[in-house]
């Protein structure tokens, strides 16, 4: 790899680390391709992505981004799993993981927050964005089924007492 690719890989590297919501830095050695594949194949299901790179060069990359806080944790043979939803690349991560011990969790960054291990496992067991989008519509529409059903539960009632008295007198 020469000074020019170097080059254009660390700045890519660096808009990955300036826009991602979560970053996640694991250990992959052991995986072979076809789980490696795998990995990568959940990532993109989830709107993830996989990364291995130098450490060195990511080392580079993270200068002045807000995650920096994982250059530490940037040793051995390392991959990274990212995303802008802030929980998508760590339930990835943290499902693979449990499926294959070669993949080991060593941390990562939500932003400017450092995440230890058992920090990414509870970024990971948040609700991903779609699943508090739709909790909060079923907020916003319950008020209006409950006005609705409060609307015609008289209705109903007069209905049902009207049969009533209608089969008394037959």
């Known amino acids: 790899m020469d000074r020019a ?21 694991a250990h ?4 072979t391709v076809a789980e490696m594949q795998d990995l990568r194949a959940r990532a993109r299901e989830a709107d993830a992505s996989v990364r291995v790179a130098k450490n060195k060069l990511a080392k580079i ?15 051995g043979m390392t991959v990274l799993t990212f995303s ?7 339930k990835v991560a943290q499902g693979f993981a449990k499926d294959n011990e070669k993949l080991v969790i060593l941390g990562g960054a939500m932003g400017e927050t450092a995440l230890d291990v058992a920090g990414v496992k509870a970024v990971s067991e948040m609700p991903s964005r779609e699943e508090l989008i739709a909790s909060i519509a079923g907020c916003i529409g ?10 015609g539960a008289p209705a109903s009632n007069i209905a ?6 209608e089969e008394k007198a037959a």
């Open 61 to 75: 990359a993270l200068e002045g981004k807000p995650c920096a806080s994982i250059a530490d944790h940037l040793t």
């Open 84 to 90: 802008e939803d802030p929980v998508a690349a760590a």
């Open 160 to 165: 049902s007492v009207l049969s009533t008295i």
């Open 28 to 31: 992959y050695e052991g995986l």
């Open 142 to 151: 319950a008020p209006a089924s409950n006005i609705a059903g409060a609307i």
């Open 5 to 25: 690719q170097k080059e254009q890989l660390v700045e890519n590297l660096g808009q990955i680390f300036e826009s991602s919501g979560v970053v996640v830095v």
